[in-house]
């Protein structure tokens, strides 16, 4: 949800500064196809997984960590197009978060209250994967590197609410910067080799 708040507002702060839509036909990014894949693949693990069958948690965590690891690649590969560090800094982040918490993303309960996603606390038990999701209901102290979890709170009457990560941050930042720069290239100029 980040990074779709990005995209948009990036879209909207480079015609406000009378950017060219029509510049963004001049990214390249390489190896697109894995990270169409990635996303198809997580879309895939996300929904499969939505209702009270959540499926092996192994299987589940290992589709979520594997998707990461084709967006980090991706990103490596595309590293001289403007943003791009910030979004390898982002999706190492997200990978790191994962692998350090068996391949979910902690959650803290509290945080799904907030976004109105759960009505009470008490409704949520400590390690239950997150429906619809690749998160898991963990509080800070039980969370491995918590600081790279979900702990930024987006809630109503935001139009999206959301829970996002640092690496989510990073990578919506990293994202709305190649939108915006591009935007603001000339035809002439060539981003990213």
């Known amino acids: 949800m980040v990074v779709t708040l990005a995209v948009f507002l990036a879209l909207a702060i480079g015609l406000v500064t009378r950017g060219c839509m029509g510049n963004l036909a001049q990214i390249r990014i390489r ?3 894995l990270l169409v ?6 879309a895939y693990a996300v929904g499969h997984w939505a209702t009270d069958s ?12 594997a998707t990461h690891v084709l967006i980090l ?9 403007a943003g791009f560090g910030l979004i390898i800094l982002g999706a190492a982040a997200n990978l790191v ?10 959650v803290s309960a509290e945080a799904r209250v907030a976004i109105g996603h759960q009505a009470t606390v008490d409704a949520l038990a400590t390690g239950t994967a997150v429906m619809g999701s690749k998160g898991v ?3 800070a102290t039980q969370a491995n590197l918590w600081i790279l979890t979900d702990i930024f709170v987006l809630p109503p009457p935001f139009p999206l609410p959301a829970v996002a990560s640092v690496g989510d941050v990073l990578v919506a930042l990293g994202v709305g910067f190649l939108i915006i720069t591009t935007m603001h290239h000339s035809s002439e100029i060539k981003i990213g080799g």
């Open 97 to 106: 978060a994962l692998v350090a918490n068996g391949g979910l993303m902690p």
């Open 137 to 139: 209901v963990l509080p």
């Open 54 to 65: 959540l499926g092996p948690i192994p299987l589940r965590a290992g589709a979520f960590v």
């Open 37 to 42: 894949l990635a996303v198809a693949l997580q």
């Open 31 to 33: 190896w697109w196809p």
């Open 73 to 81: 690649a991706v990103a490596a590969v595309n590293f001289r197009l």
